[in-house]
């Protein structure tokens, strides 16, 4: 029986690592709900970034509660950002890009 697992845990390992990451759908930013894209430039803290949006901005970002423990951002990476109403220079973060996204974004003509 061991050896039956065993034989069965290397399978499942080796078939997963070999295959490329699909991309079948890519969120992209809502004009409606005033949603842009923006880059980290820097990690300040306490759920804080500095983002670089692609409107001209430099805001200061912040990762909602909601999405603290399942989105771990980094410096250099793509997200979402919805500029606050009442305050432009500040923003929530909504949504992440992975590395194969952001490639997928580059090669449909999202980013400029």
């Keep these: 029986m061991a050896n ?26 809502r004009q409606r709900d005033n949603e842009v ?7 300040l ?6 983002l670089q949006c692609m409107d001209g901005i430099v805001r200061m970002g912040r990762i909602p509660g909601s999405k603290k423990k399942s989105m771990w951002v980094r410096e250099g990476d793509l997200v979402i950002a919805t500029p606050w109403e009442i305050q432009d220079s ?23």
């Design 4 to 29: 039956y697992r065993s034989n069965n845990r290397k399978k499942n390992s080796q078939s997963g690592s070999n295959s490329p990451e699909q991309i079948t759908k890519v969120r992209t930013p």
């Design 37 to 43: 894209f923006a880059t980290v430039s820097s990690l």
């Design 45 to 50: 803290g306490a759920n804080r970034v500095r």
């Design 90 to 112: 500040k923003a929530d973060v909504i949504w992440r890009y992975t590395r194969p996204q952001v490639d997928w974004l580059a090669r449909k003509g999202f980013l400029k």
